[in-house]
């Protein structure tokens, strides 16, 4: 019962929603920029869904982000948005519900016009210095935290490497005053 009332929660509330999401990040020197469609959709009868032994209830599949990939975008009877890796393994939850998820790709995508900063070029300690940054509470959990000013915007998230796990920053400034305190937060950093 829980599994339909979900999935007809989901469809009331989300089904049709269709945005898509800029990104912008530098990569040894290079700026890149992308933009990806999102779809908040399921296929109605033909809705794969699965018991979750681990954390109990159910989850199902929807059509999420429109990329080839191996992996499927997952709704947990819990609420919370997941996938699974690899289009088999068993669900690993990636944010704690839709408005969360939505939330971040609107800050995602706003900030996608201003200039960012080398991946990682400030350690997530140097990050605290950095002036009037306010966390996000409703686009932010526990493995992604996002935190803005008027003129600098960071996230910070859990690395999916298993072999190297660690929390990685992106980190975006506008106007001038912005690029002058992530400049002297990063010259106090590497001196």
Same mark, same amino acid.
């Given at each position: 019962?829980? @599994?339909?009332?979900? #999935? ?8 049709? !929603?269709?945005?898509e ?8 020197g ?12 399921? @296929? =109605?009868? %033909? ?16 059509? =999420? ?5 191996? #992996? ?15 289009g ?20 995602t ?13 400030l ?6 210095? !950095?002036?009037? @940054? ?9 493995? !992604?935290?996002?935190? !803005?000013?008027d ?9 999916w ?7 990685r ?13 992530? %400049? ?8």
């Amino acid at each position: 019962m829980d @599994l339909i009332i979900r #999935c007809e929660g989901f469809e009331r509330k989300f089904g049709g !929603l269709r945005y898509e999401v800029r990104r912008s990040w530098v990569v040894n020197g290079n700026r890149y920029e992308t933009a990806r469609g999102w779809e908040y959709d399921h @296929l =109605g009868l %033909q809705t794969a869904a699965w018991q979750d032994p681990g954390r109990g209830g159910w989850y199902f599949e929807w059509t =999420g982000e429109r990329v080839s990939k191996p #992996c499927r975008d997952l709704i947990h009877t819990d609420g919370s948005v997941g996938t699974d890796i690899d289009g088999g393994s068993p669900y690993l939850p990636i944010a704690p519900s839709l408005p969360h998820l939505i939330e971040s790709h609107a800050l995602t995508d706003t900030v996608a016009t201003w200039k960012p900063w080398p991946m990682d070029s400030l350690p997530t300690s140097a990050i605290e210095l !950095l002036d009037s @940054l306010v966390e996000v509470p409703e686009a932010s959990w526990g493995s !992604l935290r996002w935190r !803005l000013s008027d003129t600098v915007a960071v996230m910070d998230y859990d690395s999916w490497d298993h072999k190297n796990p660690r929390r990685r920053a992106l980190v975006w400034s506008r106007e001038e005053a912005g690029h002058r305190q992530v %400049q002297a937060v990063l010259d106090g950093a590497t001196s």
